[in-house]
């Protein structure tokens, strides 16, 4: 794994940390704080995304489309990542 790809892990999980249990963050959010100076951050959506996919298998996160948990590797177009809670188990 890459600095940066280990870089986008922990900026979702610490994204998700300063957020009320249930809420989501964007991809977009991780990529930003992981290059915040310039408009870089989009070349980081796709490894953003990846990052999000490997904390779905770690069974840290779980990604979301219209506010429904889905399929991380089937998911299309713009994606939540919200951390794994109760409401998750089952």
Excluded: F, N, Y
Aim: glycine residues 8%; charged residues 30%.
């Amino acid at each position: 794994m890459s600095d940066v790809d280990a870089a986008l892990e922990t900026a979702i999980l610490d994204l998700l940390a300063h957020r009320d249990e249930g809420k989501t963050i964007c991809v977009s959010e991780a990529a930003r704080a992981v290059r915040p100076d310039d408009e870089s951050w989009r070349e980081l959506m796709e490894p953003a995304r990846a990052a999000a996919r490997r904390l779905v298998a770690a069974g840290e996160v779980v990604i979301t489309q219209g506010g429904e948990v889905v399929d991380p590797g089937t998911a299309r177009g713009p994606i939540r990542v919200r951390r794994v809670g109760s409401h998750d188990a089952g």
